[in-house]
């Protein structure tokens, strides 16, 4: 039942992938015109963390540049007006982007409610986690998010609903299936979006999404994921092929929330940097993986067997 805790503006989102010639992009726009303006009316003071004892304690961490440090404000509002509020919110900045700046109304205002700010190397996507890993208690869960999207209301609930009855999994709400050509992998562009493959038990096949939701437990990553010099060596823009490989080589199956994708409502209309889309076009994913099966054969390994499983 987890999976249909949705709000309304969720629940009318049109799956990626289905295309309504015109209509369809009416009503995205609609959608995300309303939502906008919802968020945009909510008050940083009314918003706090959470106050209550929990058994597990959930660690809500993003990063963002100084383009984007204004409107990640609104992507800050829906994550304190989630239904499971956070019992910490990092948000992570490079040391060298953001000397002697000065920050926006809105984050200090935000900072009077919780919000930690903390800097770190700039090593993109990866500053979500790559220090903070080091620090998780047994009791955290720690949960990565994109800057620019506006999460709906139930997303870590079923997040965590999820990861309850599957305690050693990484959960996603946003994940595509590696598809497999005999033993040959086929281009990230051929894998699906659409799969019931670990909707009902976990999987070593599904590249999670980390900026769209994503539930990382204690000890689910090999030890090499947090080494500053792999990532840039391996995967300095293809975070999320980096976080496959060091959750499979450390046996460590990942689940999905949703059978396929809603489309996103982001924070602004223009977004101007799309590290996947460009990683894919320029064959980016393709060369990570082919070097990470390389380095952490144990992980390929596993993907490739439970692919041969499934076909037989």
Known sequence: CNVMKMELDERLMIPERIRIPVLGGIWY??????????????????LSLNREKRETKLIFTLTSFP?????????LRTLFMQSMKPDRVILW?????????????????FQKVGLEIRYCDN???HKRYYKLIAEQKSDECIMMF?????????MVERLYDVWKNNQNCIVCDRGQLLTFDGEKILNPGRWTTNS???????SFRILASPGGGCLLPPNALYVDACNQELIKKYAIKTGDIWLMFMAV????????TYQYHRIFILSEEQQTVQ????????????????????????????????AKNEAE
Do not use: W
């Not at 900045?93 to 205002?109: G, T, V």
């Open 29 to 46: 726009r609609y959608l995300c015109k309303r939502k906008r303006e919802q968020i945009r009316n909510v008050p940083i003071q009314s």
């Open 67 to 75: 383009d984007r440090i204004d409107s990640v404000q609104y992507t």
């Open 93 to 109: 900045l490079a040391k060298d982007e953001f000397k002697n700046f000065e920050f926006p109304e809105s984050i200090c205002e």
């Open 123 to 125: 090593l993109f996507g």
């Open 146 to 154: 994109d800057d620019d999207i506006l999460f709906p209301k139930y």
């Open 196 to 202: 019931k493959v670990g909707l009902t038990k976990p």
């Open 249 to 256: 080589q450390n046996d460590t199956p990942i689940m999905r």
């Open 275 to 306: 590290l996947g889309r460009e990683a894919i076009y320029q064959g980016r994913y393709m060369k990570t993986f082919e070097e990470l099966s390389k380095a952490y054969p144990h992980a390929y390994e596993n993907m490739l067997q439970e």
